[in-house]
């Protein structure tokens, strides 16, 4: 009787995503993501509320402090509905990055028992957050209608808008997870560093307010793209900012990929160091 011989091997040199092993997984990434929502509200009195009442109220409080008080320039439009627009996109962003940047260290334990593809976990990360992203968009339709804003065939963007905004926060994910296992500071460092963010990119101002001079620089910010074409889309506060849209986009590839990059590189000592 013949004997089968399996030899595992590391990976070499710097490699792409495993998609055929993602596959191979997906059962394990439904079931994170399926997790990751239910962890979030679990033995909460208002539930998925949460996902309603976060953008809503700050953008109450950014309507009364930068709309009414420093009186910030909003395109023409309501600064609730302007303001609240950029929180629905900055919310997941800022939240995938979060969630993704913990997923390797608050999962320790699976990692050092047992193999699976480690790409797993933060994009359990950044899949679970969609729910919420889901509800926000709920939450800016109805004031749609309340603020009697049409939607015009610029809405048919979304979707590309989306997968940019996804790829930037895998991007991010992938990187910051990465680093967080062996630096544990950046876990540290990412509450200041969303807040941070959040100010360079057009979430309380538009990308209007930025000199002229500088909006090229400016749009290397992936968000910058996602956010004003969001507004493009569903407030017409200006014509879809292609230029926006497409430096970002080459942004969130090369996040992408060097992310990817890095991420395999430094899984290989994920268990010994987690």
Excluded at 116 to 139: C, H, N
Aim: charged share 10%; with cysteine.
């Amino acid at each position: 009787m013949s004997t089968v011989i399996t030899k595992i091997r590391p990976t070499k040199g710097l490699q792409f995503i495993n998609f055929r092993e993602l596959r191979d997984y997906k059962d394990l990434l439904y079931f994170l993501v399926l997790r990751g929502i239910k962890a979030k509200y679990a033995q909460s009195i208002l539930g998925i509320g949460w996902a309603v009442i976060q953008p809503l109220f700050t953008t109450l409080v950014f309507t009364i402090v930068f709309g009414n008080l420093a009186k910030v320039t909003s395109d023409g439009l309501p600064y609730f509905i302007f303001s609240l627009t950029g929180m629905v996109c900055w919310n997941y962003f800022s939240g995938t990055l979060t969630e993704s940047t913990n997923s390797l260290v608050m999962n320790a334990n699976m990692i050092s028992k047992v193999y699976f593809p480690r790409l797993v976990l933060p994009l359990a990360a950044v899949f679970s957050k969609l729910l919420d992203f889901i509800i926000g968009m709920i939450l800016l339709i109805i004031f749609l209608f309340v603020y009697r804003i049409p939607l015009s065939a610029e809405v048919l963007m979304l979707p590309v808008l989306i997968l940019l905004l996804l790829m930037t926060s895998i991007g991010m994910g992938m990187l910051l997870s990465a680093m967080a296992v062996q630096y544990r500071d950046v876990r540290h460092a990412m509450t200041f560093l969303s807040q941070l963010l959040m100010y360079a990119a057009p979430v309380v101002y538009p990308a209007s307010s930025v000199p002229e001079q500088y909006q090229t620089l400016y749009a290397l910010n992936p968000m910058v793209g996602v956010i004003e074409g969001f507004r493009a889309a569903l407030l017409h506060s200006r014509s879809m900012p292609w230029d926006f849209i497409a430096i970002g986009a080459v942004t969130a590839t090369v996040l992408l990929i060097v992310g990817a990059m890095y991420f395999r590189k430094m899984e290989r000592v994920f268990a010994d160091v987690v």
